[in-house]
Nanobody, 125 residues
Framework: QLQLVESGGGLVQPGGSLRLSCVAP????????IAWFRQAPGKEREGVAC???????DYLEPVKGRFKISRAVARNTVYLQMNSLNPEDTAVYYC???????????????????WGQGTQVTVSS
């Protein structure tokens, strides 16, 4: 069973930045496709960004140019750098993973095998 732990959420003013981290204690994430999802109150969970094992990426249209997903292999961590945040980005953000060592592409459909507990991101003045 893969355990995912998110961190880095918090309260930030509009226009500010946050960096979310996703780690799997004791497990190498190199062979896993990773995605970040978010769920705002009263809304469905939506895929925000994903990264394949070959570092292919995809993004939700409203976050393109503002968010960046990346892998830090040495730290066994996947990051979501979020810039130019606005109140519409307020949500609980979840990290998700699936074993996929061959595919060069990733998906933002929620068909991931493993999920973290989420970290709250609040954008407000």
């Amino acid at each position: 069973q893969l355990q995912l732990v998110e961190s880095g959420g918090g309260l930030v003013q509009p226009g500010g930045s946050l960096r979310l981290s996703c780690v799997a204690p004791g497990v190498t994430l190199d062979s896993y496709a990773i995605a970040w999802f978010r769920q705002a109150p009263g809304k469905e969970r939506e895929g925000v960004a994903c990264i394949s094992v070959t570092r292919g990426t995809d993004y939700l249209e409203p976050v393109k140019g503002r968010f960046k997903i990346s892998r830090a292999v040495a730290r066994n961590t996947v990051y979501l750098q979020m810039n130019s945040l606005n109140p519409e980005d307020t949500a609980v953000y979840y990290c998700a993973a699936s074993w996929n060592p061959r595919s060069p592409v990733c998906t933002m459909s929620p068909n991931y095998a493993y999920w973290g507990q989420g970290t709250q991101v609040t954008v407000s003045s």
